[in-house]
């Protein structure tokens, strides 16, 4: 057996998880322990299904089984713990492109600022717009009597990402709650990423607690940087660094500049996202879960609370057995390159040009070609 073909066959289970990333689920093999458990886990989400992203099939529709074929696209979407009776906004927006060849998954984000047009929807009553693409699910979700459905926000969402990118149906979707995903960190005992830039954070003492409000900035107040006090910092390292699970999340939600001399965007926590997903795939998959049933079945049940899944007419097990074959050091992280709206003051942001181009080789499954043609477009950190 050669020594790439050991790599693919990490005992009974792949597991790809995409935040985020977050969040990609692939598990796969032949011990049949290994499938049960796997099943057991995939009837977790059968009572908590979204709907079809884009439309609900008819009912003789879903019994016919069809294959997974073809190149296919998953929209992953990051949102923070919220009730039924709040609007959910989108916090993190993530598609992975997978090629119609299964030998590589391109992970690319699309800013929550992003000022795009919101088409009207008809299960919320609400019309047309123009705003913020983090908006979308908010408006989509509303059921009225101030109830909201994260289900129901997720499909128009998923509609205006399909007008922003060209990708007119997604193939699966999923919701991961970030209180929720924090769980699965802390049941993997933490999380090695490279920490690419120093960070400092906005919300956080070193000490993990939430930092203390300046005076004159309660919580109904808009402040730029209503905290005060000492705040937690992440140095620079070139080696992966072992992350606490409020450490990671915290980490990865930064996008604050100009503070203390750290200058970043959400161009680098969308960065730092896509670089999280990929670390917590790599060890979920790694020997240390796979082959310690205690900690498996602890991510498992953590996963379950933090992650809804819409396959359409396929399980999660389904998926699983898809792309098996896929491996974490074959995810291709993207940049995509934009910036801010000023009209005077910031309105939100918007791509360049040449990202319609990108956009259009993911519809027509050959970003491999577009990114050997524009290698500026690849994440290198």
């Known amino acids: 057996m050669s020594k790439k073909d050991k790599r693919r066959s990490p005992l009974w289970a792949?597991?790809?998880?995409?935040?985020g990333a977050g969040v990609l689920i692939v598990s796969g093999g032949s011990l049949v322990a290994g499938q049960q458990l796997v099943a057991s886990y995939t009837e977790k989400f059968t009572d908590n299904r979204l709907l079809d992203p884009i439309e609900p099939k008819p009912a003789e529709a879903a019994r016919v089984k069809a294959d997974i074929n073809g190149p296919v696209n998953i929209l992953l979407v990051g949102i923070d713990p919220r009730d039924d009776h709040t609007a959910p906004l989108s916090d993190s927006i993530l598609i992975a492109h997978v090629p119609r060849d299964r030998h590589s998954a391109y992970i690319f984000s699309i800013p929550r600022d992003l000022r795009v047009d919101i088409p009207a929807f008809e299960k919320s009553g609400t019309g047309a717009g123009r705003d913020k693409i983090n908006s979308a699910m908010s408006w989509g979700s509303r059921l009225g009597n101030n109830k909201y459905s994260e289900a129901q926000g997720f499909q128009l969402l998923a509609k205006t990402v399909g007008g922003v990118t060209g990708v007119k149906k997604f193939d699966a979707g999923a919701i991961v709650n970030f209180g929720g995903f924090q769980k699965i960190v802390e049941a993997m005992?933490?999380?090695e990423m490279v920490?690419?830039?120093?960070?400092?954070?906005?919300?956080?003492r070193p000490n993990g607690k939430i930092r203390e409000r300046k005076p004159g900035c309660p919580v109904t107040a808009k402040c730029d940087h209503p905290y005060t006090g000492d705040a937690k910092f992440y140095q620079k390292s070139d080696k992966p660094v072992k992350l606490k699970a409020w450490?990671?999340?915290?980490?990865?939600?930064?996008?604050?500049?100009?503070?203390?001399?750290?200058d970043m965007s959400d161009y680098d926590r969308q960065r730092h996202q896509q670089q999280f997903i990929k670390a917590i795939a790599k060890q979920a998959m790694g020997r240390d879960v796979v082959t310690n049933p205690k900690k498996l079945a602890a991510v498992m049940d953590a996963a379950g609370g933090s992650l809804t899944f819409a396959g359409g007419d396929h399980t999660i097990l389904d998926w699983a057995v898809e792309l098996k074959d896929l491996n974490v050091d074959d995810i291709v992280t993207v940049k995509?390159?934009?910036?801010?709206?000023?009209?005077?003051?910031?309105?939100?942001?918007?791509?360049e040009p040449g990202v319609d181009d990108?956009?259009?080789?993911?519809?027509?499954?050959?970003?491999?070609?577009?990114?050997?043609?524009n290698p500026e477009y690849v994440n290198l950190k």
């Open 189 to 191: 005992g933490g999380v």
């Open 195 to 204: 920490i690419d830039m120093d960070v400092r954070s906005e919300h956080r």
């Open 247 to 262: 450490e990671a999340l915290d980490y990865v939600r930064q996008r604050y500049p100009n503070v203390d001399g750290v």
């Open 14 to 19: 792949r597991i790809c998880v995409g935040v």
């Open 336 to 351: 995509l390159p934009g910036g801010g709206i000023f009209e005077p003051d910031y309105q939100g942001e918007r791509f």
């Open 358 to 373: 990108f956009f259009k080789a993911v519809t027509e499954d050959r970003v491999a070609a577009f990114l050997l043609d």
